[in-house]
């Protein structure tokens, strides 16, 4: 995998031998040195590599960016999991208007969070396809849904049940049948970022920033045989520009999900 963003792999301070096989992998994986740790602060590995982010293995894997660490972590999921569970439903389901044995393909993985939820409602008959655009995102992700313990069984294999692919949406969709999932999601990265949530910088830094394009749309109309479906911030322009008239989230909600429906 060539990185857009240049980095470097390695260890933590007190590293356990699992630690290294596992740094070892994801240099190889990355295209990217493996740096012995020793004493060396990142921030000394960041100037003796020329480059702006260290992956760091130990207990949990981190990818150190200049905004901050990037970690997986299912807390949002399990939340939204936890409200399904009890009843509850969850504005992106119903959006994407899936069921148990369902195909989903999540265009933009990020966190993971939205691909765990669309992966516990279409259950082991189903499945989700999530697609990642920055190689360190996708396999720090696709690793935290692998390995994290999560907080509930049914959490944990929603996770596990992900199948996370490095690829660019409109390169993939260009590539599948037609009606070949039931449900195709954009969740890009927003166009006007909303600044308080600080959680997300991390992985501003390394995302991939650019709106959808109107040709990707109409390649997920004809790969989805139900629904294509975008998340935008409540007043983007987006889906205007994008054809969505159609709408699903809360009332008071600063997001919402626009959806093309009936499309066959
Ligand atoms: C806002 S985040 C998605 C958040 C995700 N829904 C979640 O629940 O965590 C957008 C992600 O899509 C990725 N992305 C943007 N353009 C892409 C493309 N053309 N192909 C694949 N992934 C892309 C970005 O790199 C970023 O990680």
Redesign the pocket.
């Known amino acids: 995998m060539e990185s857009r963003n240049p980095i470097v792999v390695t260890v933590g301070h007190k590293a356990k031998p699992e630690h290294f096989a596992l740094a070892h992998e994801m240099a190889k994986k990355l295209g990217a040195p493996f740096a012995e740790r020793g004493n060396t602060s990142l921030d000394a590995l960041r100037a003796q590599y020329g480059v702006s982010c260290v992956m760091v293995v130990k207990e949990k894997l981190v990818v150190d960016t200049p905004d901050g660490e990037l970690y997986f972590h299912p807390g949002m999921a399990h939340l939204r999991l936890k409200n399904l569970r009890h009843g509850e439903s969850d504005h992106l389901l119903k959006a994407l208007g899936v069921t148990e044995g369902a195909r989903v393909l999540d265009?933009?993985?990020?966190?993971?969070?939205?691909?765990i939820v669309e992966s516990f409602c279409v259950g082991k008959s189903g499945e989700v396809v999530a697609?990642?655009?920055?190689p360190v995102?996708a396999l720090l992700i696709a690793n935290g849904l692998q390995t994290d313990e999560g907080e509930h069984p049914t959490t944990v294999a929603a996770m596990r049940r992900v199948h996370v692919i490095c690829?660019?949406?409109?390169d993939f969709l260009r590539e599948q049948a037609d009606d070949s999932f039931d449900a195709v999601y954009f969740?890009?990265?927003f166009r006007h970022p909303f600044m308080e949530s600080t959680g997300i910088h991390p992985?501003r830094f390394l995302?991939?920033p650019?709106p959808v394009s109107a040709e990707a749309i109409r390649e997920a109309k004809r790969v989805a045989r139900r629904r294509v479906v975008l998340k935008e911030s409540s007043k983007s322009l987006e889906f205007e520009r994008l054809g969505f008239t159609e709408f699903e989230g809360g009332k008071y909600s600063n997001v919402r999900y626009g959806v093309m429906n009936h499309l066959k």
Do not use: H
């Open positions: 265009c933009t993985l990020g966190m993971g969070a939205d691909a697609l990642e655009k920055n995102v690829a660019d949406y409109e969740d890009p990265m992985l995302a991939d650019r």
